[in-house]
């Protein structure tokens, strides 16, 4: 029995087919970038197959155009989701289907699921008989599947390179951000005045903030701060902004003068794209006597242990940051004349719903500092029960509270 022969031009077509392969899947297992294996695609349809004109949609985290040689650019703009998705098989584009230029569409599929289409056009026709394109569709068909599945998994491999980068610059951010938040080992711990205070950041980097200086002999400040809008660059806003408030908040500086002072910084390192809110408050606890301002932050709450008084600090001037020039400054000074609680939050815990769905404001705050107990007690208390920060639904935000024993 004779074998029969296979023609030299099978044999050429064969052997075209599995270098092309072999070329292709050596170039991505050598990790060479999308453009160097988009030019060699190009090169077996275009220069080997004959093909005039290509063009790839490719499905990433939308449909966009991955490739185009030789089609107008009116084709890349093409709606994908209502033009293309009915098309599961190779079909050949006739004139009633408006694709002018367009000869056959091919899809590409991963996981049952289209992943491109491929467009081809000006397609080099034989002397007689079909064009030899034609004869290869499957060829196509598969050789694209293999370069689209390769540059897809080169992108979702530089995304999570980026995701790591980023994860780390907010793990770096997180950390600087924790720097900026005072131990409250540190913090006044003397018969006058005792300070605490509690953070939860509600993402990695927050933009909430407070501190506690010890000024001189007889007095402290104390501050707290929410920068508008969260992430690296509030991090790094409000780093800047602890820099400027201790290098000029001293037991003598004019409280007005500081918050003028602060907002330039704010205004010139911001540039118009965030701003703060901010309460500052001075204790001389020789004299009795808080002064503070209050720059549109929530207002601070103050128990008399002895009468029972609550007062809440309102604000007196807008937001830093928020004009290039503060209107005017209102400073207050208000008398401690027996011991006196004062809690100092951010819109995290007041915007905290209760049962009904309405912002707690502060009246859970006036329920715990409404005794005699240490208000260090009082804010692990209220912690507690608003489930911070585990068991609380309605979490959405920054909490920070700085708060302090007056005597």
């Not at 208390?381 to 920060?389: E, F, K, M, R």
């Given at each position: 029995m004779k074998s029969r022969k296979i023609p030299n031009d099978r044999l050429k077509i064969s052997k075209f087919k599995l270098d092309s392969l072999l070329d292709i899947t050596l170039s991505i297992n050598a990790n060479l970038p999308t453009e160097t294996l988009l030019s060699k695609y190009e090169s077996i349809l275009r220069e080997s197959l004959g093909i005039g004109k290509v063009l790839i949609f490719k499905r990433s985290e939308s449909w966009e155009c991955l490739f185009n040689a030789g089609f107008p650019k009116k084709f890349e703009k093409?709606?994908?989701?209502?033009?293309l998705l009915g098309f599961d098989d190779i079909t050949y584009v006739s004139s009633d289907?408006?694709?002018?230029?367009?000869?056959?569409?091919?899809?590409?599929?991963?996981?049952?699921?289209?992943?491109?289409?491929?467009?081809?056009?000006?397609?080099?026709?034989?002397?007689?008989?079909?064009?030899?394109?034609l004869k290869h569709l499957n060829f196509i068909q598969t050789i694209s599947s293999?370069?689209?599945?390769?540059i897809e998994n080169i992108r979702l491999h530089k995304e999570s390179l980026r995701q790591e980068a980023l994860k780390k610059e907010l793990e770096l951010a997180a950390r600087m951000q924790q720097m900026l938040i005072p131990d409250?080992?540190?913090?006044?711990?003397?018969?006058?005045?005792?300070?605490?205070?509690?953070?939860?950041?509600?993402?990695?980097?927050?933009?909430?903030?407070?501190?506690?200086?010890?000024?001189?002999?007889?007095?402290?400040?104390?501050?707290?701060a929410d920068v508008s809008g969260k992430g690296i660059s509030a991090a790094i806003l409000m780093s800047?902004?602890?820099?400027?408030?201790?290098?000029?908040?001293?037991?003598?500086?004019?409280?007005?003068?500081?918050?003028?002072?602060?907002?330039?910084?704010?205004?010139?390192?911001?540039?118009?794209?965030?701003?703060?809110?901010?309460?500052?408050?001075?204790?001389?606890h020789r004299k009795k006597v808080l002064e503070y301002v209050n720059a549109a932050h929530n207002p601070p709450v103050l128990y008399n242990t002895s009468t029972g008084r609550v007062d809440h600090f309102k604000a007196g001037c807008v937001g830093i940051g928020m004009l290039d020039e503060?209107?005017?400054?209102?400073?207050?000074?208000?008398?401690?004349?027996?011991?006196?609680?004062?809690?100092?939050?951010?819109?995290?815990?007041?915007?905290?719903?209760?049962?009904?769905?309405?912002?707690i404001g502060t009246k859970e705050?006036?329920?715990?500092?409404?005794?005699?107990?240490?208000?260090?007690?009082?804010?692990?208390?209220?912690?507690?029960?608003?489930?911070?920060?585990?068991?609380?639904?309605?979490?959405?935000?920054?909490?920070?509270?700085?708060?302090?024993?007056?005597?």
């Open positions: 093409i709606d994908v989701e209502s033009r289907m408006d694709f002018e230029g367009v000869d056959i569409i091919v899809p590409v599929f991963n996981n049952n699921v289209h992943l491109a289409f491929l467009f081809i056009g000006d397609i080099e026709e034989e002397g007689e008989g079909m064009s030899p394109v293999i370069i689209i599945v390769a409250n080992r540190h913090m006044p711990q003397s018969p006058e005045i005792i300070v605490n205070g509690y953070y939860h950041p509600h993402f990695e980097v927050g933009g909430d903030y407070y501190d506690c200086l010890k000024l001189s002999e007889t007095k402290t400040g104390f501050c707290i800047n902004f602890q820099a400027s408030l201790r290098a000029m908040f001293t037991a003598d500086v004019d409280l007005e003068f500081l918050v003028n002072k602060l907002n330039e910084i704010v205004v010139l390192n911001a540039a118009g794209e965030k701003f703060i809110t901010f309460f500052v408050a001075r204790y001389d503060i209107p005017a400054v209102i400073k207050i000074e208000f008398p401690v004349r027996n011991y006196s609680k004062i809690v100092c939050y951010t819109d995290g815990l007041s915007e905290l719903k209760d049962e009904e769905g309405k912002d705050i006036i329920r715990y500092i409404s005794n005699k107990e240490p208000v260090k007690d009082n804010i692990q208390a209220l912690i507690s029960y608003l489930g911070i920060p585990d068991t609380n639904p309605y979490l959405f935000d920054d909490v920070s509270i700085i708060a302090a024993d007056l005597r």
